[in-house]
Each structure stands twice: as C-alpha cells, then as structure tokens.
C-alpha cells in the first residue's frame, strides 16, 4: 500500500508541476502581449525555476527580455532554446523582438551556432521537401499575423480584418493544394525527414481547410501520431475542430467562438469540462483557463455549464 501511495503522490506532484509551469507561460505570454515586456520576463523566469523547459519558452522568454533591454538574459535565453533543439534561423534573423541584439558580437556567434547545428540535423533530410513546407510555413504564418494585427487595431467586422481574411482564404487554397499532393504521394513525412517546422506546417495547412478535408487526413495524422511523426498537442486542435465541424462537442477546448451581439469570445461546445484539463495534459497542453485568457475569457467551468445550452444554440446559428 506505501509503494502505491507513494506512486499516486509523486504522479500527483508531477502533475501540479506541470500545470505550474505551463500556467506560469502563460501568463508571461499574456504580459507580452500586452507589451509589459519586463513583467513577462519575470514570469518566464519563475518558470524556468520550475524544470520544464522547452525550446519555444526560451525562445519567446529571449524576445520578453530583449524588448525589455535585457540583452545578456536574452541571449542566455536563446542558447539555452538553441541547446534544447530550435533551429528556426529564418525566422530568429527577422523577428523584430531581437532587433537590439543585432548589433551585439554575441549575435554573430549565436547564428553561428545555431548554423552548425543545422547542418548537423540535416542528415536523411529531404532538403528540397523541406525549402517547400518552410516556404508554406512561412506563408500560412506571415498572413495570420497581419490578420491578428488588423484585428487589434481595427476590430472583428473591420473592413481591413475583411479584407486581410479573403487574401488569407486565396492563400490557403493554394497552401492546401501543395499539401494535398504530398500528403498523398509521400504520408506524413516526420521531422527525421523535413524538420520539425517543416513538419508543423502539414498540420497547419489541414487545421485551416474545409471539413472533408480534415476529416481526410485525421486517420493518417492520428497515425503519424502514434508513429512519431506528429505532435499529440496539434492533433488534439485538429480533433476539436473536426468534432465540432460534424456538430459535436470538442474534448480539448481549444476552438473559440466569436458572439457578434455581445462582442465577446467564448468556448464552443466543450465535452465533460470538469475534466477538460486532464485531457488537455494527457496531450501536453496546458490548462484551460491560462488557453482562454488569450481571448480575454475568464474560465469558470461551474458558469460554463450553466452557459452551455445557450453557447450550442450559437454554435447551431453560425453554421
């Protein structure tokens, strides 16, 4: 009975670490977004007291501590996220968060760095595969930020998210006709093969198609999943939103809605929420209630309930 006892605590205690960890991101991720840089450099270094770290926390702790002038925190921070696997060069050498290290000789020796790693990574890839999906990357990525932008500062039923939203329609379309014929002719490559940004993007082109796409290419995602060949955190979004697309309830929370009327987001239909973030940890996601604030929703999962009818009877309208 100790040694089962003493299981259960220590399962017990591994788990509140990582909702810890995960909930102390979060909130330095909403301090960022909120531009107090310093703050959210705070809170990425009260989690990294935590010991869960992963390459993205370090990666965007860095860009915190940059815009708040620490630069020698910041490029603490980026060799730590370099020693923990990120390897986007592209995409570090043009994020304006780092513009004020540039100038600094610890710049020139963290591409350096960073450069060597990926050529030794870049055995058994498929190079030319890999420039493709990046360059999709890429492009499915950069029209989504503007469109997050004009958003912000223009809000929901401006003519400028509008306008950004048919342009990122166009775009889809033609990302998803690339991904179709690989997905086809070669599976779901795994990152042994492309990369990992490169293998992020297969996903991230489904989640943005039409229903009996993603209803296509779930049973091969799974599969990839199982394989290694993707991540159960992404399968879990494209789950929730193939659900919903078929008129029932999501498992992970992930998917918001939008009401018009009251001009507030909200979770659509979510099943079973007192254990939604069992779930969400079983898929290396973190808790519901630091997912939500990004939409501005605070989570009360007793008032969610009762609001559950009423969010099915929206869901039911807007499709």
Same mark, same amino acid.
């Given at each position: 009975?100790?040694?089962?006892?003493?299981?259960?605590?220590?399962?017990?205690?591994?788990?509140?670490?990582?909702?810890?960890?995960?909930?102390?991101?979060?909130?330095?991720?909403?301090?960022?977004?909120?531009?107090?840089?310093?703050?959210?450099?705070?809170?990425?270094?009260?989690?990294? #007291?935590?010991?869960?770290?992963?390459? $993205?926390?370090?990666?965007? @702790?860095?860009?915190? &501590?940059?815009?708040? !002038?620490? =630069? *020698?925190?910041?490029?603490?921070?980026?060799?730590?996220?370099?020693?923990?696997?990120?390897?986007?060069?592209?995409?570090?050498?043009?994020?304006?968060?780092?513009?004020?290290?540039?100038?600094?000789?610890?710049?020139?020796?963290?591409?350096?760095?960073?450069?060597?790693?990926?050529?030794?990574?870049?055995?058994?890839?498929?190079?030319?595969?890999?420039?493709?999906?990046?360059?999709?990357?890429?492009?499915?990525?950069?029209?989504?930020?503007?469109?997050? #932008?004009?958003?912000?500062?223009?809000? $929901?039923?401006?003519?400028? @998210?509008?306008?950004? &939203?048919?342009?990122? !329609?166009? =775009? *889809?379309?033609?990302?998803?006709?690339?991904?179709?014929?690989?997905?086809?002719?070669?599976?779901?490559?795994?990152?042994?093969?492309?990369?990992?940004?490169?293998?992020?993007?297969?996903?991230?082109?489904?989640?943005?198609?039409?229903?009996?796409?993603?209803?296509?290419?779930?049973?091969?995602?799974?599969?990839?999943?199982?394989?290694?060949?993707?991540?159960?955190?992404?399968?879990?979004?494209?789950?929730?939103?193939?659900?919903?697309?078929?008129?029932?309830?999501?498992?992970?929370?992930?998917?918001?809605?939008?009401?018009?009327?009251?001009?507030?987001?909200?979770?659509?239909?979510?099943? *079973?929420?007192?254990?939604?973030?069992?779930?969400?940890?079983?898929?290396?996601?973190?808790?519901?209630?630091?997912?939500?604030?990004?939409?501005?929703?605070?989570?009360?999962?007793?008032?969610?309930?009762?609001?559950?009818?009423?969010?099915?009877?929206?869901?039911?309208?807007?499709?």
């Amino acid at each position: 009975m100790k040694s089962k006892l003493f299981l259960l605590l220590l399962l017990t205690c591994f788990y509140t670490f990582g909702q810890d960890y995960r909930s102390t991101i979060a909130q330095a991720e909403q301090l960022y977004n909120i531009k107090n840089y310093a703050n959210s450099t705070s809170k990425y270094k009260e989690a990294f #007291t935590i010991e869960q770290k992963n390459s $993205n926390d370090y990666y965007n @702790a860095a860009c915190s &501590a940059a815009l708040s !002038g620490k =630069k *020698d925190l910041a490029f603490e921070w980026l060799n730590q996220a370099l020693k923990n696997g990120w390897t986007n060069l592209q995409h570090m050498k043009s994020d304006t968060d780092l513009k004020t290290l540039h100038t600094d000789k610890k710049w020139d020796k963290l591409i350096a760095a960073i450069q060597q790693e990926i050529d030794k990574g870049t055995v058994g890839i498929d190079k030319p595969l890999q420039a493709e999906l990046i360059a999709i990357y890429n492009d499915d990525q950069t029209i989504r930020q503007h469109y997050m #932008t004009a958003l912000k500062e223009f809000g $929901n039923q401006s003519k400028q @998210a509008d306008s950004i &939203a048919k342009i990122m !329609g166009y =775009k *889809d379309s033609i990302n998803l006709i690339k991904v179709k014929d690989i997905l086809d002719k070669r599976g779901w490559v795994g990152p042994n093969k492309v990369g990992v940004q490169a293998n992020m993007t297969l996903f991230l082109v489904i989640q943005h198609s039409d229903l009996e796409t993603q209803q296509k290419y779930l049973p091969m995602m799974r599969e990839a999943v199982k394989n290694k060949n993707a991540q159960s955190s992404a399968l879990a979004l494209l789950e929730d939103r193939v659900a919903l697309g078929e008129g029932k309830k999501q498992i992970y929370g992930s998917q918001i809605g939008y009401d018009s009327k009251t001009t507030k987001n909200y979770v659509l239909p979510l099943e *079973d929420p007192d254990n939604v973030d069992h779930r969400r940890e079983e898929v290396g996601l973190g808790p519901i209630s630091e997912y939500v604030k990004t939409w501005d929703i605070v989570w009360n999962v007793e008032e969610y309930k009762l609001m559950l009818s009423e969010i099915e009877k929206q869901k039911k309208k807007t499709n």
